[in-house]
């Protein structure tokens, strides 16, 4: 199975807030922040959801295709996804623009504040599916995950076009999306990937109901943070997968990249959707245990014994059949 990620692809600049956020917003002035956080730590990781996906899945075994705006400082970072795995044809390297900045605080109970500097993602637009899918062997799936709005619509419009299966993601750019983009963006989808959040803000921006919202999508896959994953399909019972449980808690920041590209791994394979989620789960928290969205390893034996702590000894032979 080929899987194109389309998405933003960018560096991370991550740091770390010795308090609570919550505790220095005062409610009577919350129309007049301003503030400044005295961080402990500064870190600067590969990121990007784009690049993020595609990671885990090639860590996984599979060869996802990378597509996506980057500058002409993308060159160690090509150098370092191709060796795990991803192709990157289907990066385009812009002649205005550096890479993406993505740079976030994270608080001590995991709360984050972030910008995000698109720099060549804003060129993504002018990037056309249709040369990707016509070398090497087509392509199987899509996942349109946040870039340039307008380069969101443009990719949905055209796996539409080429009967292409994709799977809707659209994450950090929902506040952007009104009504009908987002709508435009969500139906006809095969997978529709959000947070709990997420789900409910697409829910109020497109004027759908959860139920309306199942019957426009193949499938839906929440993810609960701390309680795990739900899938559903319209018509039928919702599948609740719980966690992995965490053994430490580092940076959250890709545990919801890293769960999609675990999901759509299984996928891949041909494995149930309990056991895709599943898998995702396990990686979201291998990320979560990590420094960072791609600083992360998979140990087949360690990853098979978590599953079976997890989910049992049958669910892991399952997955441990293909990722080992």
Known sequence: MRIAVTGSIATDHLMTFPGRFVEQLIAEKIDRVSLSFLVDALEIRRGGVAANISFGLGMLGLRPLLVGGVGPDFGP????????GVDCSGVRESARHHTAR???????????IASFYPGAMSEDAEITLAPLAAGGGGLDLVLIGASDPAAMLSHTRECGALGIPFAADPSQQLPRLDGPDLRALVDGAAYLFCNEYEEALIERKSG???????ERVGVR????????ARVERSGESPVM???????????????????RAGFLAAIAWGLSMERAAQLGNLLAVTVLE?????EYELKPALAAERLAGAYGQEAAAEIAAHYG
């Open 208 to 214: 759908w109901s959860g139920a309306e919202v199942l």
């Open 241 to 259: 997968v719980g966690p992995v449980p965490e053994q430490r808690k580092a940076d959250p920041t890709g545990t919801g990249d890293a769960f």
């Open 290 to 294: 990590a420094d960072g969205p791609q």
């Open 221 to 228: 896959i929440t993810t609960l943070g701390p309680s795990g």
């Open 102 to 112: 993505f740079i976030c605080t994270t608080d001590l109970d995991g709360n984050q």
């Open 77 to 84: 970072y090509h150098d370092w996804l191709s060796e795990h």
